[in-house]
């Protein structure tokens, strides 16, 4: 089954093919097919499957094999572009599940080697993807290590607030899954930043009511600031 022309299009858009001439892939979109997964549905990714998934409706999890959270996939995002030179082989494999309906499509290593080989953009593009990779890992890694839940939690504002606001898609619940921490923790956190008049919150956002001061309460717990420079 071929691409409909709207999938066709969302490929067409991917991270991966940002100011590239949309005419010279579309031979390459009107070969590759459609994969669905159902909401809840897992889909584990192995290095033997060799391929690069392409999301072009719904959205996914990238978790590890006990639910912990690692980051979500949004259309337009790849995933499994880390293993395409990779030599290392992962202790634990993690897995796909879509959190709703989702589509995806798929293009193989050798396919990918080929574009990368070809377009000088394609290339620039999949590196900075890695490199954004990178960062979120060392976010991850540095939030997962934090001293004390409330220093995870402010990590992750100071990482993501937009004119002093983060606004929770998942609610808190799904905050508490990203920081790997129970419900309760989490509130005793937020809790702890309210006292000191550091954030405040309302329905499915957090509202951070002075940058520095919480920049200045994680440098000043932690031993690693540089990444959140």
């Known amino acids: 089954m071929a691409l409909t022309a709207k999938q066709e299009s969302k490929f067409l858009e991917s991270s991966l093919f940002v100011g590239c001439e949309k005419d010279s892939l579309r031979g390459l979109a009107q070969i590759v097919m459609p994969h669905s997964l159902f909401k809840g549905e897992v889909l584990r990714v192995t290095r033997e499957q060799e391929a690069v998934g392409f999301l072009l409706s719904g959205k996914l999890e990238i978790c590890n094999l006990h639910g912990v959270l690692y980051?979500?996939?949004c259309p337009g995002e790849c995933v499994g572009m880390e293993d395409l030179f990779s030599e290392v082989t992962p202790v634990v494999e993690c897995c796909v599940r879509a959190k709703t309906n989702s589509i995806l499509t798929f293009l193989t290593?050798?396919?990918?080697r080929e574009l990368l080989q070809e377009n000088r953009q394609i290339r620039e593009n999949y590196l900075t993807m890695l490199a954004n990779q990178v960062h979120h890992s060392l976010n991850r890694l540095q939030q997962f290590t934090a001293?004390?839940?409330?220093?995870?939690?402010g990590m992750y504002l100071l990482q993501h607030?937009?004119?002093g606001l983060v606004r929770l898609t998942d609610g808190f619940a799904g905050l508490a899954r990203r920081l790997n921490i129970s419900r309760a923790t989490l509130y005793r956190s937020m809790a702890e930043l309210e006292q000191m008049q550091i954030i405040s919150h309302f329905e499915k956002t957090i509202a951070v009511l002075d940058v520095q001061r919480l920049y200045g309460?994680?440098?000043s717990q932690s031993d690693i600031p540089s990444i959140l420079e």
Not at 109 to 112: K, N, S
Not at 147 to 153: D, M
């Open 147 to 153: 001293p004390t839940p409330s220093i995870a939690l």
């Open 161 to 163: 607030e937009t004119e």
């Open 217 to 219: 309460y994680v440098q």
């Open 109 to 112: 290593h050798q396919q990918m």
């Open 71 to 73: 980051y979500n996939i």
